[in-house]
C-alpha cells in the first residue's frame, strides 16, 4: 500500500472478491465454494455500485432464500452502505413478490388485501375440495395432492396444462381436478398459498407490461444469493425483472448471482440445477468469477471435500483451496446401528466443551440423542 493513501474497505478482498464487486455492467456469475466469503463480497459490492459507480440505493434489490439470510444480509449492508441503505430492498424471493403483488395484484383479478394461507389453512382447504370431489383421501391423502400442486407451481404448470399432462393416468387426473378446484376456491377467498406468491407475480409480469417495465426500471442491479436452489418458477421471475432496457434501448442483464453447483442438494424441493449450470446461455456476456479460497475449513477438511466433489459429472471445474492450517485428519467410521453411532458421538462430545461440536444428520436420529 501506498505511504499515507487511506486504507479503503475494497483493500481487504482477495483479487477474485475484488474482480466480483468491481465488475459493475452485464451479467456476473460468482462460483463461490464454501467459506469463500460470498456475503461480503455481495455487500461491498452494492457498496461500490452506489459509492463509485452513482447507482440509487433503490435500483438495487438482493435476493436470498430465507429470513434469516435476508436478515444477516441487511445488518451487513446498513452497516457499510449506512446512509441510503434502507432504500435498498434486501429480502427473500417470497417477500420480495409480496410487496410487488401487493401494488399490481389488482391486475389479475385478485384484491391488493389478499390473505396468504398457511400450511395449516391449505390442508383445511384441501379436506373441503376433496370431500367436494369424492375424492377419497385414504387412497389419495391430501399431502399428496398439494405436493404435486406445489412442484406444478415451482415449473409454472396451472391447472389447465396440469390436466392436458395427466392424460389418461387416473391418479394424475384427480391431482389435476382438486388443483383446478383449490385454486377456483383460493380465489373466490381472495388468497394465495406460499407457492402462488412466485407464481403470481411471474403471471403479473407476463401479462402486464406496466406492472413489469415499472419493476424493470426500479430494480437497475439485482443479486441472487444461492442461485443453484433456484426453481423454474424464480428463474423465470429474475430473467423477466432482469431484462430491462437501458436509456439506449439494450439490454444490459445487470444481473449478479451467487452460487455453486456443487453444493446443490435440494432437488427435492424443485430446484433446478440447470439454472446455473446453463446461466451463460440465458444471459450473453456473462462474466464468470471462482471464488476459490476457503476461509472456514482447514486443509485436511478442504482437499478431501475436493477429491469428492470431483466426481461430480456435471460442473464447472474449480479447484479449491486454503491458507489455513492443515488441522487433524478427518476420520471415517462405519457404524452397524444407531445405537453404535450414538454412543460414539456421546464419547466424543463428553471429552469436549459440546457447544464447540456440531452434528449433522440426514434424518431425524438427532431427536434421540440426549437419551444417550
Same mark, same amino acid.
Given at each position: 500500500?501506498?505511504?499515507?493513501?487511506?486504507?479503503?474497505?475494497?483493500?481487504?478482498?482477495?483479487?477474485?472478491?475484488? !474482480?466480483?464487486?468491481?465488475?459493475?455492467?452485464?451479467?456476473?456469475?460468482i462460483l463461490a465454494g464454501a467459506g469463500s466469503g460470498k456475503t461480503r463480497v455481495l455487500t461491498h459490492r452494492i457498496a461500490y455500485l452506489i459509492e463509485h459507480r452513482n447507482v440509487n440505493p433503490w435500483n438495487i434489490l438482493a435476493i436470498t432464500f430465507t429470513n434469516k439470510a435476508a436478515k444477516e444480509m441487511r445488518e451487513r449492508v446498513d452497516q457499510?452502505?449506512?446512509?441510503?441503505?434502507?432504500?435498498?430492498?434486501v429480502s427473500t424471493f417470497h417477500s420480495t413478490c409480496v410487496r410487488i403483488l401487493r401494488r399490481f395484484i389488482d391486475r389479475i383479478g385478485y384484491e391488493r388485501s389478499f390473505t396468504i394461507y398457511d400450511t395449516d389453512?391449505?390442508?383445511?382447504?384441501? /379436506?373441503?375440495?376433496?370431500?367436494?370431489?369424492?375424492?377419497?383421501?385414504?387412497?389419495?391423502? !391430501?399431502?399428496?395432492?398439494?405436493?404435486?400442486?406445489s412442484r406444478a407451481k415451482d415449473e409454472l404448470i396451472s391447472p !389447465?396444462?396440469?390436466?392436458? /399432462?395427466a392424460g389418461s393416468d387416473y391418479i394424475q387426473k384427480k391431482y389435476a381436478m382438486a388443483y383446478k378446484e383449490y385454486q377456483k376456491r383460493l380465489k373466490s377467498s381472495n388468497a394465495l398459498d406460499f407457492d402462488d406468491l412466485i407464481f403470481r407475480t411471474v403471471e403479473l409480469f407476463t401479462l402486464d407490461k406496466e406492472a413489469l417495465t415499472y419493476y424493470q426500471n426500479r430494480?437497475?442491479?439485482?443479486?441472487?444469493?444461492?442461485?443453484?436452489?433456484?426453481?423454474t418458477a424464480q428463474f423465470k421471475l429474475i430473467h423477466l425483472l432482469a431484462s430491462g432496457l437501458n436509456e439506449y434501448g439494450e439490454k444490459e442483464y445487470n444481473l449478479c448471482v451467487v452460487g455453486d453447483d456443487d453444493q446443490s442438494i435440494y432437488k427435492f424441493r424443485g430446484a433446478n440445477i440447470q439454472n446455473i449450470l446453463s446461466f451463460e446461455k440465458a444471459f450473453p456476456n456473462t462474466k464468470v468469477i471462482k471464488l476459490e479460497q476457503n476461509y472456514r475449513?482447514?486443509?485436511?477438511?478442504?482437499?478431501?471435500?475436493?477429491?469428492?466433489?470431483?466426481?461430480n459429472q456435471k460442473r464447472?471445474?474449480?479447484?479449491?483451496?486454503?491458507?489455513?492450517?492443515?488441522?487433524?485428519?478427518?476420520?471415517? /467410521?462405519?457404524?452397524?446401528?444407531?445405537?453404535?453411532?450414538? !454412543?460414539?458421538?456421546?464419547?466424543k462430545i463428553s471429552r469436549k466443551d459440546s457447544g464447540s461440536c456440531g452434528i449433522l444428520f440426514r434424518n431425524g436420529i438427532s431427536a434421540i440423542l440426549p437419551a444417550v
Open positions: 500500500r501506498q505511504a499515507g493513501r487511506k486504507m479503503s474497505i475494497y483493500d481487504t478482498l482477495n483479487p477474485e472478491q475484488k !474482480e466480483a464487486v468491481l465488475h459493475d455492467k452485464g451479467p456476473l456469475l457499510i452502505v449506512g446512509y441510503g441503505a434502507d432504500d435498498i430492498w389453512d391449505q390442508k383445511a382447504l384441501m /379436506r373441503e375440495v376433496c370431500k367436494s370431489l369424492n375424492i377419497d383421501t385414504k387412497r389419495i391423502p !391430501e399431502k399428496n395432492i398439494l405436493g404435486a400442486i !389447465e396444462e396440469f390436466d392436458k /399432462r430494480f437497475r442491479y439485482i443479486m441472487v444469493d444461492e442461485y443453484q436452489d433456484t426453481n475449513s482447514t486443509k485436511n477438511i478442504v482437499d478431501l471435500a475436493g477429491k469428492f466433489i470431483i466426481r464447472y471445474a474449480k479447484q479449491h483451496y486454503t491458507l489455513n492450517d492443515i488441522g487433524p485428519r478427518p476420520v471415517c /467410521r462405519v457404524f452397524f446401528n444407531d445405537r453404535e453411532l450414538l !454412543e460414539f458421538i456421546y464419547a
